[in-house]
């Protein structure tokens, strides 16, 4: 499978505890971009990477949240001290430099906080 | 600030019919505008894809409509089939020029499609 891999699908946790989830893009793929989608509406934009620079946060983006692509290959999104608000579908998606809008999206990790 | 607003919010349409998707957008300087499909609990899959330089782009039964001066562009299913039930979502960006390329979406159609 050559597609957007994320990882876990799922996850589970208590609310204050922190949580990591890992996205490899498409092999050939220099930019990397994470977004969160909630119920019943569109993925909002959080962080991109043009290799193993991160060149833009959202607003949306709090000092909780951290996110890395060491090596300009997968990324890590974390997310200390979890809250309720933060339970979501969280999508990393990828794209080539030549056509950096068109962009492929991997499954996807939910996220519930309890 | 909703820059790209999407309608209807859901759509019900008998097989074979022809399901149609609305959207407008607000910033001239976007130039690229994709439309994403997306099955509960799966991430969003590029359907299609328009620049602004053309009015109309054709793939299988999916058509992009693109008003440039109206602001807007829009969705034809063709032939409706069940299995076209999902979430559309239509999105908008930069692809040239420079910039962080990020989507921005709209607020997502459900369709139903009646067999």
């Known amino acids: 499978d050559t597609g957007v891999s994320q990882d876990p699908r799922h996850k589970i946790t208590k609310r204050g505890q922190n949580v990591t989830f890992r996205c490899d893009p498409i092999?050939?793929?220099?930019?990397l971009y994470w977004y969160r989608q909630t119920l019943g509406q569109g993925p909002e934009f959080l962080t991109y990477?043009?290799?193993?620079?991160?060149?833009?946060k959202s607003r949306l983006l709090s000092d909780r949240f951290s996110a890395e692509r060491p090596k300009g290959s997968f990324s890590t999104l974390e997310i200390q001290r979890t809250e309720q608000g933060d339970s979501a579908m969280y999508l990393c998606?990828?794209?080539?430099?030549?056509?950096?809008?068109?962009?492929?999206f991997g499954p996807g990790t939910r996220l519930l906080v309890l | 600030q909703q820059q790209v607003k999407q309608s209807p919010q859901s759509l019900i349409v008998q097989k074979g019919g022809i399901s149609i998707i609305n959207c407008a957008y607000e910033?001239?300087?976007?130039?690229?505008f994709p439309w994403y499909q997306q099955f509960p609990g799966k991430g969003p899959a590029l359907l299609i894809a328009?620049?602004?330089?053309?009015s109309e782009k054709k793939e299988g039964r999916f058509t992009i409509s693109f008003n440039k001066s109206a602001k807007q562009f829009s969705l034809h299913i063709m032939d409706s089939q069940p299995g076209d039930s999902a979430t559309y979502f239509c999105?908008?960006?930069?692809?040239?020029?420079?910039?962080?390329?990020?989507?921005?979406f709209g607020k997502g159609t459900l369709l139903t499609v009646n067999p």
């Open positions: 998606a990828s794209s080539w430099w030549a056509s950096p809008g068109t962009q492929y």
């Open positions: 092999s050939e793929h220099n930019r």
């Open positions: 990477f043009q290799n193993e620079a991160q060149l833009e």
């Open positions: 328009i620049r602004p330089d053309v």
């Open positions: 910033n001239t300087a976007f130039d690229y």
């Open positions: 999105a908008a960006t930069l692809n040239s020029g420079g910039s962080n390329y990020k989507l921005t």
